[in-house]
């Protein structure tokens, strides 16, 4: 069973910045061995791709709304993947989730958090 645990959304006005958190665990869960990622959905519309960074967070991919805007990192030692968000706008605002397994390409994997909210407001 894997647990993903996201935190830190919230209410932020246009131009801010929040940071969210995803903790990963689970008995036999190798977190090392996983891409991880962030999406957000809003209601409506599909999931959609924010960020993934590859297991050893070398390398990134972002969507080309966030790029410039949004870093995904993670820490192997604490189980735990961060989404920093600045510059932040109203159309950031939706439910964000955390992945765990997606490709690098964008394709997500099996694994969900319950997600976190973030608003912005204008």
Do not use: H
């Not at 297991?55 to 961060?82: E, H, L, P, W």
């Not at 968000?85 to 964008?106: F, R």
Request: hydrophobic share 30%; net charge positive.
């Amino acid at each position: 069973q894997v647990q993903l645990v996201e935190s830190g959304g919230g209410l932020v006005q246009a131009g801010g910045s929040l940071r969210l958190s995803c903790a990963a665990s689970g008995r036999a869960f190798r977190y090392t061995f996983y891409n991880m990622g962030w999406f957000r959905q809003t209601p409506g519309k599909e999931r959609e791709l924010v960020a993934i960074v590859d297991t050893s967070g070398a390398t990134q991919t972002y969507a080309d709304s966030v790029k410039g805007r949004f870093t995904i990192s993670r820490d192997n030692a604490k189980n735990m993947v961060y989404l920093q968000m600045n510059s932040l706008n109203p159309e950031d605002t939706a439910v964000y989730y955390c992945n765990a397994g997606p490709t690098i390409s964008g394709r997500s994997g099996p694994y969900w958090g319950q997600g976190t909210q973030v608003t912005v407001s204008s």
